[in-house]
């Protein structure tokens, strides 16, 4: 049963374009949604987080926008660079850090 | 400062076979996690430590131990190997929280065939 719904699969963006990837949830007592990054042949790292009390965060070229009442939160990268070229993960957890759910990771390509 | 380490970084097995996937931290966290990442499946928690001393089941703890050496330490066991465990490991380490962020630090992953 997957927890946390993740779409595209895949993405191919051009550079200097937006990247939207797109994640739902199922469990309302989620309280925790973060975002990591993952470079093939690396471990993922944390890119950005958000609570369920805000709507919008926003962290350079990166914003997650979060909506509550949809139980829908998405990742948007302005600006996109080949640089950004990684798999992308959504995840949210109950109570923070312990029981960490991951949506099923979105590559992402920018072509030049 | 490591970060998280994890040995080994590749390994095959036969069906049956048993080995231990080893994980370190050099942060002082409390707690470590094993994740299994397969294709268009995302990472998915095997077992979970939230201290030294315990240990809990994650979503797919089949055919799979754990052991928390010491608050370092964190190592993923198993015991009689099946093809359907081909997948790449990682291990992860996170303190309870830091300026309101529940970061894990993940390791560099193990990838393991099973034939």
């Known amino acids: 049963q997957q927890q946390v719904k993740q779409s595209p699969q895949s993405l191919i963006v051009q550079k200097g374009g937006i990247s939207i990837i797109n994640c739902a949830y199922e469990n309302t007592a989620f309280d925790y949604f973060p975002w990591y990054q993952q470079f093939p042949g690396k471990g993922p790292a944390l890119l950005i987080a958000i609570r369920p009390d805000v709507s919008e965060k926003k962290e350079g070229r990166f914003t997650i926008s979060f909506n509550k009442s949809a139980k829908q939160f998405s990742l948007h990268i302005m600006d996109s660079q080949p640089g950004d070229s990684a798999t992308y993960f959504c995840a949210a957890s109950e109570g923070g850090y312990q029981k960490v759910t991951f949506g099923t990771g979105t590559k992402l390509q920018v072509i030049p | ?115």
């Not at chain 2, 198993?78 to 291990?91: G, H, I, M, R």
């Not at chain 2, 380490?93 to 099973?114: A, C, K």
Request: aromatic letters at 12%; a neutral charge; one cysteine or more.
């Open chain 2, 1 to 115: 400062n490591a970060g998280v380490t994890q040995t080994p970084k590749f390994q095959v097995l036969k069906t049956g076979q048993s080995m231990t996937l080893q994980c370190a931290q050099d942060m002082n966290h409390n707690s470590m996690y094993w994740y299994r990442q397969d294709p268009g499946m995302g990472l998915r928690l095997i077992y979970y430590s939230a201290s030294e001393g315990t240990t809990d089941k994650g979503e797919v703890p089949n055919g799979y131990n754990v052991s928390r050496l010491n608050k370092r330490e964190f190592s993923l066991r198993l015991e009689s190997a099946a093809p359907s465990q081909t997948s790449v490991y990682f291990c992860a380490s996170s303190e309870s929280e830091r300026e309101g962020s529940y970061e894990q630090y993940f390791g560099p992953g193990t990838r393991l065939t099973v034939t």
